[in-house]
């Protein structure tokens, strides 16, 4: 191991050299920032050159090259016609079978609403009746209570109207063994 010198600031160093990044731009670049900026300059050239380029083409082969191209241009035509009517009849396609999709998955959702519905209903009438069988026992024990606590309080009632009864009858007897 190298011991380092304290002294020294440590610098990050490559391991691998790496080459620096290539400032060349490639032709196309360099043609896109010429038209950039010299755009009427870069349309009269492109003018100049088509001139130049049919002034030497004789007669005969341009009307040949031009015939050629129509005939292409029409054959592409017709080809594109084709690739865009079967485009959409395979779009027309899809849609029908996303239709078809689309109503199945109606259907099912349709299915598991009613399905939940009727779940719960089936739940709060569960509830329904377990709250009805809870006020009647409650009902019932209440009522039991209530005639407990009647029956204790008559007893009790009772117990006290002898009570008084009894005290009554002997302040009467002493009431007149003192006037005897």
Do not use: C
Not at 1 to 12: I, L
Not at 29 to 56: D, Q, R
Not at 86 to 99: C, E, I
Request: hydrophobic share 40%; no cysteine.
């Amino acid at each position: 191991m190298t011991k380092t010198d304290p002294t020294k600031s440590a610098t990050r160093q490559n391991i691998v050299p790496l080459s620096a990044p290539s400032t060349d731009q490639r032709p196309s670049e360099k043609l896109a920032l010429f038209v950039k900026k010299h755009p009427a300059l870069a349309v009269a050239g492109a003018i100049a050159a088509g001139v130049a380029v049919s002034a030497l083409l004789p007669r005969k082969s341009t009307r040949k090259v031009i015939g050629k191209a129509i005939h292409l241009a029409e054959v592409a035509g017709a080809a594109t016609m084709t690739f865009g009517r079967d485009a959409g009849d395979n779009a027309h396609a899809l849609g029908r079978g996303l239709r078809k999709q689309a109503s199945a998955l109606e259907d099912s959702a349709e299915k598991a609403g009613h399905k939940t519905a009727y779940q719960l209903e089936k739940y709060g009438l569960a509830a329904l009746a377990a709250a009805s069988a809870l006020g009647r026992m409650t009902a019932t024990r209440a009522g039991k209570l209530g005639e407990a606590a009647a029956e204790k309080a008559h007893r009790i009632t009772d117990a006290a109207s002898d009570r008084s009864h009894k005290v009554k009858t002997m302040a009467s007897d002493l009431s007149s063994r003192l006037r005897h």
